[in-house]
């Protein structure tokens, strides 16, 4: 879906003398169906790289193809949905006339786009505040905003910058859900982030960027896991008297000590799970309300939904050619 080879890009002051190297000899590959990491700190150039993939900067030097054409051509530019870090909307627009301003610019039908609309507000959980101005809106619900408008066209490749600046708990976990059922039928994601823990949630691979070039780049399991080190997991209800013996064998084979105690959840679950108990109790939401799935349209294709749902073990090139089919016949 995206390719580049050697890519270069260099900022230059007035008199065309070199200023900045935004991006140096920046070579890889995003594969349909993945969801690759763009990484790195302020001013390491994932924007340049994200701007150049969309065709807004040209690059100095190297090549760079989106879905097999060049990212300037306006074909491929209507099958990429694009969130930037800052959402730019129009505040005195609600926010069913920003989906449907967005919906106007890829000349979808009247009837197709109050559909979308109308799934994409379900879908965001401001359904209730479709005739609400998007200027009355917290930031984190012009990011659902935001979120939606990107997805309006129905995109093979999502491109999304800081997706989840701005939201909170509940709202970072539905994205991400989003983007995993999202890659699940058949798009890719190409998402930028200094939130490290959402991109080790969503990812299947990442690149780490520093001034300009690659720093590392591979699989979350490749680059994380700690190979000197093991770990074993029990089921509940294992007396104490029977841990102190397994630790006793651990230590007699190995001649250490084992650790032994509790797993945790993480913050984000125990969160979750306490709004989630109060919404069943009836607590009504004044702001955002409870977001009912992704929108049919974006997964109501029956041969995407085959590739979703294969079996564990399939081989990924058997799930690429049905979704090669899908895509080809959809374009």
């Known amino acids: 879906m995206i390719e580049t080879a050697g890519l270069n890009k260099v900022f230059r002051d007035f008199w065309h003398r070199p200023r900045v190297t935004a991006v140096q000899d920046l070579s890889f590959s995003i594969r349909r169906g993945e969801v690759f990491g763009l990484l790195g700190p302020n001013g390491s150039g994932k924007s340049t790289t994200i701007k150049m993939i969309l065709g807004l900067l040209y690059p100095t030097g190297g090549q760079i193809s989106v879905m097999g054409r060049s990212p300037r051509d306006v074909a491929v530019k209507q099958r990429i949905g694009y969130l930037p870090e800052e959402s730019y909307l129009y505040p005195y627009l609600t926010s069913r006339e920003t989906l449907e301003f967005y919906g106007r610019l890829f000349d979808l039908e009247r009837s197709e786009r109050k559909k979308r609309i109308d799934q994409l507000l379900d879908m965001i959980g401001l359904s209730h505040a479709g005739n609400r101005i998007v200027g009355e809106f917290s930031k984190g619900m012009m990011r659902r ?150 929108a049919r349209y974006l997964a109501d294709d029956a041969t995407v939904e085959q590739a979703a749902s294969a079996p564990e073990g399939t081989k990924r090139k058997d799930v690429d050619k049905q979704l090669e089919k899908y895509l080809s016949n959809k374009k």
């Open 145 to 294: 905003i935001g979120i939606a408008q990107a997805l309006i066209n129905d995109p093979d490749l999502v491109i999304l910058d800081e997706p989840t600046s701005g939201l909170d708990p509940i709202g970072c976990r539905q994205i991400k859900d989003l983007i995993l059922t999202l890659a699940r039928r058949g798009k890719t994601i190409l998402m930028s982030s200094h939130l490290l823990a959402d991109v080790e949630d969503v990812c299947d691979r990442i690149l780490i960027l520093y001034n300009g070039k690659t720093q590392a780049t591979g699989t979350i399991d490749e680059l994380l896991q700690e190979t000197t080190r093991y770990r074993m997991t029990l089921p509940e209800g294992i007396e104490q008297d029977k841990l102190d013996a397994i630790a006793s064998v651990v230590k007699s084979e190995t001649g250490v000590e084992a650790e032994i105690d509790h797993p945790r959840m993480d913050l984000e679950r125990y969160f979750l799970d306490v709004v989630n108990k109060a919404r069943q109790a009836g607590e009504k939401a004044s702001g955002v309300d409870q977001d009912h799935g992704v």
